[in-house]
């Protein structure tokens, strides 16, 4: 999607390794969103940041890290990845105007 | 927890039909989004609708809500096949510092057929 991109597309990955995933954007949206995709469970929020070094947790944000050291870049670090953290994992950026998530295009992340 | 819940989970019909997802969540909300998801893709916002709004339309689409049912629905007509997507609905529950913290349900995934 224009102005929000993600890295690495994909990635596998051995347990207990620490891996980190990218959400680098242009729009200079204060907001910044980490989501996973999972079936059956459709989108949940792991973390979101409202401003630089500002972030805070979602609802599944367990064995999750997350920081922002300026506006355009959002990092998501899983510390010691587990098969359970196998998913898609999705940015979004919003104004803070109450509209509309813009989203990246997903990085689908193995862990083996 | 998933606020929105979603009906039916799937959904095939014609081209040329119209197709109707409704979204049912559990909270009061400052609006309600639809999303489109295209196999392997990233989910593209479609319409929004606030709270105090009963009805929006967009082109082709047309979203209802229903705040005492707390419930949603969302029309698509005369589709096409490159309708061909999953939808989700998505609450925005409001709150502080203008942070968006979506709940989606788990989608409908539409099938067109040609």
């Known amino acids: 999607d224009a102005g929000i991109t993600q890295s690495p597309r994909h990635k596998v990955t051995e347990t207990g390794t620490p891996v980190t995933l990218r959400c680098h954007q242009t729009e200079n949206h204060r907001y910044m969103y980490w989501y996973r995709q999972d079936p059956g469970h459709g989108l949940r929020l792991i973390h979101y940041s409202y401003g630089v070094k500002d972030t805070d947790k979602g609802e599944v944000s367990d064995g999750y890290s997350v920081s922002r050291s300026k506006t355009e870049d959002f990092l998501l670090t899983l510390e010691s990845a587990t098969s359970s953290q196998t998913s898609v994992y999705f940015c979004?950026?919003?104004?803070?105007?109450?509209?509309?998530?813009?989203f990246g295009s997903g990085t689908r992340l193995t862990v083996v | 927890s998933q606020q929105g819940e979603e009906d039916p989970q799937a959904l095939s019909i014609q081209e040329g039909e119209n197709a109707t997802m409704n979204c049912s969540y559990k909270t009061s909300i400052n609006n309600l989004q639809w999303y489109r998801q295209n196999s392997g893709r990233g989910l593209v916002h479609l319409i929004l609708?606030?709270?105090?709004?009963r009805e929006k339309h967009s082109g082709r689409l047309r979203v209802t809500l229903d705040t005492s049912k707390k419930s949603s629905s969302l029309l698509i007509t005369a589709s096409r096949a490159a309708d061909t997507a999953s939808y989700f609905c998505?609450?925005?529950?409001?709150?502080?510092?203008?942070?968006?913290?979506?709940?989606f349900g788990q989608g409908t995934r539409l099938t067109i057929n040609p």
């Open positions: 979004a950026i919003t104004t803070g105007n109450r509209d509309g998530y813009t």
């Open positions: 609708i606030r709270s105090n709004e």
């Open positions: 998505a609450t925005d529950p409001g709150g502080v510092q203008g942070a968006q913290k979506l709940v």
